[in-house]
């Protein structure tokens, strides 16, 4: 086991960097410990339903910058946005395309200006987790976004996520929204429809101040057989607002690691997902609401459409602390089996440590209404459409949760 | 219109239906009453095509064609409408969104165009009218958190905008107040024509009060047991079921 795990970071030892300070400590830090973890497997609590044992068989080569034009990937609905583009993890700089109001700045520069210390690894921590390892001890790819303070940015910034080829990859993200500032995010995961496996370990550490709202957006749609580990640290001050709404489509093997440490008082912290995914598709959602201060809410709801050999894991966590008092925290997870050979595991998690809090959780797994399909067929809608009602119905109380109506018409267009 | 022959039915093994006779003519309203498990809601749950209902011996043939080779929606497109006994819930579909669907799907079956969405508004406004719809329902999701007598009405509605050749109303007087039952008979009575046929199954003979049916018949162990005219129905109402069974049995 060691062998192969050992293999498997090995592709990504070019990256190994001569720099010094922060950064480089952090680097220096995790491949210590990297050294001492195995690649995860089925036997690990956190793993245990998505294995990971094809991974080291795949014949990844570390990424190389591509001459792919991004130009034919992007959304004509969201043409009026502004733009960040990575192909492969490489930061398209010249079609970015931000407010001047923005600081916005590639991984490499922000190190070498000094501008992720004591910020980067500081919420996404390295011990005992194999990726958040792997991503920071060979980090030099991503970006840096401050929204200052009390900035309102006008539209929506749309990042494109383009994978194309057999390549590996990681990315590396740091997003701070100032006191009182206003943005919404939109990270679209495409890529081209060729048969390669590609991985992509991208780590986004997101710092939300008092009062800012940020609004999130994850468009999984990576027609490929791509291995996508991703995992959204969030850090929420008093009185701030963070939303984060995960449309989850294709790819080959998605683990999203969403993990909202809630520091501050009177925050309202929401999560949506909806996962409809055909084929072999895999997809792995594992949250975390971790109320540590009083009076704050959450709201999450997952939910899933699983068709033909596709599997869903969702994990959902929610702590409350034992000073999070007066803490609302909610969590549904629904899933709905199209096929027989589709599986889901879902596992809700509710540890309260607080004595005066409110917080419920449950999950259902279902087939299409059988019941609901004889009535729509007995008025004469053809049982094909009126399957596609109910599963427009059922992704609709996710999609009406979209704020941006040029991305919820995007979306519906792809169910 | 419909001609229902030595019919056979079953689900889970269990024998339901045991041989059924039944001609129904357009322009006329039957109604079928009978105690609790004679048969009733299986009669009406085999004519729209359920399919946990399994048909072993008989034939039902409507406007000339076989019906049991049909699908449940290909029934409807023939002009089978069955309004359910429990109307079923479905959230995030609106009743005019689940409508306009099985309109046209309708429309496309028996090869006429769409209606488009102002001609269909047009149409849901002129039948919601007549059946004193409270429009606001047509936006809600279909029949959720409907209260009893609003779902009935609302199969009632449906009926009215589908305009079926044959309607079967399955108990849809059971649960209703006085008020919204005249509602729903007024509705019957206001899209009967020569054209077309109505079934009405029942446990009362409250309805029939308003709805003045051509045949009566008993439906007893799956088996119809005697056939008359609207006095049967009173009949009934007087003397129970006792006599029928007894009088069949001799």
């Not at chain 2, 995030?92 to 269909?120: C, H, M, S, W």
């Not at chain 2, 905008?161 to 209703?176: N, W, Y």
């Amino acid at each position: 086991m060691t062998e192969t795990s050992k293999d498997f970071k090995d592709i990504f030892t070019p990256l190994k960097n001569s720099a010094s300070g922060y950064v480089q400590n952090l680097r220096q830090k995790a491949l210590a410990q990297l050294q001492n973890l195995e690649l995860p497997n089925t036997k690990h609590e956190e793993w245990k339903y998505t294995p990971l044992k094809n991974l080291v068989k795949e014949p990844f080569a570390l990424a190389q910058p591509t001459d792919l034009n991004p130009k034919d990937f992007f959304v004509n609905n969201l043409e009026n946005f502004y733009k960040i583009v990575f192909v492969n993890g490489f930061l398209q700089e010249n079609q970015t395309l931000l407010p001047s109001q923005v600081e916005f700045l590639s991984f490499q520069e922000a190190e070498k200006q000094g501008k992720l210390d004591n910020l980067l690894g500081s919420i996404a921590k390295t011990e005992n987790d194999y990726f958040n390892a792997l991503n920071t001890a060979f980090c030099d790819k991503g970006f840096y976004l401050r929204i200052p303070k009390n900035t309102k940015i006008d539209k929506p910034i749309v990042v494109y996520h383009i994978v194309s080829g057999g390549f590996a990859f990681l990315q590396r993200n740091i997003v701070l929204a100032e006191t009182g500032c206003r943005a919404s995010l939109i990270n679209l995961y495409l890529a081209d429809s060729n048969v390669f496996s590609s991985f992509t370990s991208e780590i986004s550490e997101i710092f939300i101040s008092e009062n800012a709202h940020l609004d999130c957006y994850k468009i999984q749609n990576e027609k490929n057989q791509n291995y996508r580990i991703d995992t959204t640290q969030v850090e929420q001050k008093t009185y701030s607002k963070f939303a984060m709404t995960t449309i989850s489509l294709d790819g080959g093997l998605i683990r999203n690691n969403l993990n909202v440490l809630i520091e501050g008082e009177h925050c309202e912290t929401y999560m949506n997902g909806l996962s409809y995914v055909k084929n072999k598709t895999h997809i792995d959602h594992h949250t975390l609401a971790d109320h540590r201060k009083p009076n704050s809410y959450s709201n999450e709801l997952y939910k899933g459409l699983f068709d033909e050999n596709s599997t869903g894991v969702f994990n959902g966590k929610i702590y409350v602390r034992q000073d999070a008092q007066k803490t609302n925290a909610y969590q549904q997870n629904r899933n709905v089996l199209l096929s027989d050979k589709a599986s889901i595991y879902t596992k809700p998690q509710l540890e309260i440590w607080a004595d005066d809090v409110k917080c419920s959780h449950g999950a259902t797994t279902g087939k299409l209404d059988e019941a609901a399909l004889f009535y729509m067929r007995a008025r004469g809608i053809s049982e094909a459409e009126a399957r596609k009602l109910l599963l427009r119905a059922f992704a609709g109380e996710i999609l009406e949760r979209i704020e941006i109506e040029e991305l919820k018409e995007y979306v519906k267009n792809l169910i | 219109m419909l001609s229902i022959e030595n019919l056979h039915a079953q689900i889970d093994n269990k024998a339901i239906l045991k041989g059924i006779n039944l001609e129904i003519k357009a322009g006329e309203i039957h109604a079928i009453m009978g105690p609790n498990g004679s048969g009733k809601s299986t009669l009406a749950s085999v004519l729209a095509g359920k399919e946990q209902y399994e048909v072993t011996e008989g034939s039902i043939t409507f406007l000339g064609k076989n019906l049991l080779e049909l699908a449940p929606e290909e029934r409807a497109g023939e002009g089978i409408f069955l309004a359910f006994q429990h109307p079923i819930e479905i959230p995030g579909v609106t009743t005019t969104n689940f409508l306009k669907t099985a309109l046209n799907e309708i429309r496309k079956y028996q090869g006429l165009d769409p209606l488009d969405a102002v001609q269909f508004l047009k149409l849901l406004k002129e039948k919601a009218k007549i059946l004193q719809i409270d429009e606001s329902l047509m936006k809600r999701s279909l029949n959720e958190g409907f209260s009893g007598g609003e779902k009935k009405r609302n199969e009632i509605f449906q009926m009215a905008m589908l305009e079926p050749r044959l309607a079967i109303l399955d108990e849809t007087d059971s649960g209703l107040d006085i008020d919204a039952l005249r509602i729903v008979a007024e509705g019957v009575n206001k899209l009967k024509n020569s054209q077309n046929a109505f079934l009405i199954i029942t446990h009362f003979q409250r309805i029939l009060d308003y709805i003045q049916p051509d045949f009566v018949h008993v439906l007893y162990d799956g088996k119809i047991i005697k056939s008359g005219g609207k006095e049967l129905a009173l009949e009934l109402e007087e003397k129970g079921y006792d006599w029928v069974k007894a009088e069949a049995v001799a």
